[in-house]
């Protein structure tokens, strides 16, 4: 049996947590929440970690973390927030068996596996009729800023291979506008960041959910706000960003091929599940035509779970550590 000390931090919070492994099977013992602003370098992370969770790092346990930003090795930083990890050393500091920093997405991907991504609410079931615990998965989420990743199988669905988590920075792209309506709505959005043109994050994250309801309605508020006021009934807000979801969700199945599903992870989707019910979403899905019918049978889920990228970091550990990635359980507690 080994311990794995897992983190996630994002742009608003940090969250911690210490999991044991034993024969592929993941228990979570404890997880806590920060805030990220509190984090400025790895010191304060690690830091963090053992005091908040009571235990101090052992000879032979496991590290990963997952950052909201880009990642090279074992540096990174986050993309709206000050923190930057430098985690070179650290396992040799520590004699940790294991060090990982992977993006937040790759972490999410590989959530998928794990009982956060088998417990996810079914926003849409497949149309087909194969086995999809082997194909190409994919995962976006809203939140501070918006992440995209996928998860596929070395060799393809037919090898007896592992899991390889793949980031992007899809988020990051330019967001398609449709209609007259949409691009007085685009200029809006560019004079209001100072930009040149908006991406995907700008239109989907949490600042651009407040835009969006400033735009449609003239009032301001702070994006959980928002989702009190606009998103839990009909409004126009509902309507629009539910439809700018749905856009984005296709975009990214046509672009991952992702057969085996897509899950929706973040923050605002899960405290507004209204965005993936409503009907403008589901109709944006089906509107163009693709070549054999992906965009319209792909299932698609709602992860509920807040610590779905923990478990997603304590999973990529045991990847790193055995070369496969099991469909873990979730043993007692």
């Known amino acids: 049996m080994q311990r794995i000390f897992a983190a996630d931090i994002g742009g608003t919070n940090a969250r911690f947590a210490l999991f044991t492994e034993y024969e592929g099977n993941l228990t979570l013992m404890a997880a806590v929440w920060a805030k990220s602003a509190d984090l400025g370098n790895a010191q304060d992370v690690l830091q963090a970690m053992q005091q908040l969770l009571q235990s101090p790092f052992s000879a032979g346990d496991s590290l ?31 004699n940790l068996a294991c060090c990982l920093l ?3 997405f790759s972490a999410q991907a590989f ?42 199988l070395s060799g393809g669905p037919d090898a007896a291979g592992s899991w390889l ?3 992007s920075e899809a988020g990051h792209t330019a967001f398609a506008f449709v209609g007259p309506e949409e691009q007085a709505y685009q200029a809006f959005l560019a004079r209001e960041l100072g930009r ?3 991406t995907a994050e700008n239109v989907l994250s949490g600042e651009g959910l407040s835009v969006l ?9 702070y994006p959980p706000a928002v989702g009190a006021e606009a998103l839990s009934r009909e409004t126009p807000t509902l309507l629009w ?39 403008a979403f589901l109709q944006e899905l089906g509107l163009v035509p693709d070549i054999g019918g992906i965009a319209a049978s792909v299932p698609i889920y709602l992860i509920t779970d807040g610590n779905s990228g923990l478990w997603g970091a304590a999973c990529a550990a045991v990847e790193h550590s055995s070369c496969r990635v099991p469909v873990l359980k979730e043993t007692a507690r």
């Open 102 to 104: 992977l993006n937040d």
């Open 241 to 279: 960003y539910a439809r700018f979801w749905g856009r984005f969700c296709r975009q990214w199945i046509l672009t991952t091929l992702c057969r085996g599903g897509l899950w929706i992870a973040g923050g605002i989707a899960a405290k507004n599940p209204l965005c993936l019910t409503h009907p």
């Open 165 to 167: 988590a793949v980031p």
């Open 64 to 94: 990963v973390i997952a950052l909201a930003g880009p990642v090279k090795g074992l540096r990174g930083k986050l993309t709206n927030g000050q923190l930057r990890v430098d985690l070179d050393g650290v396992a040799q500091q520590y």
């Open 111 to 152: 959530a998928t596996l794990t009982p956060c991504g088998a417990t996810s609410a079914v926003v849409r079931r497949s149309t087909r009729s194969i086995d999809e615990s082997r194909e190409t998965r994919a995962v976006l989420g809203a939140g501070t800023g918006l992440g995209a990743a996928m998860l596929v």
């Open 213 to 221: 309801h400033y735009y449609l309605s003239g009032q301001f508020f």
């Open 196 to 198: 040149d043109y908006p």
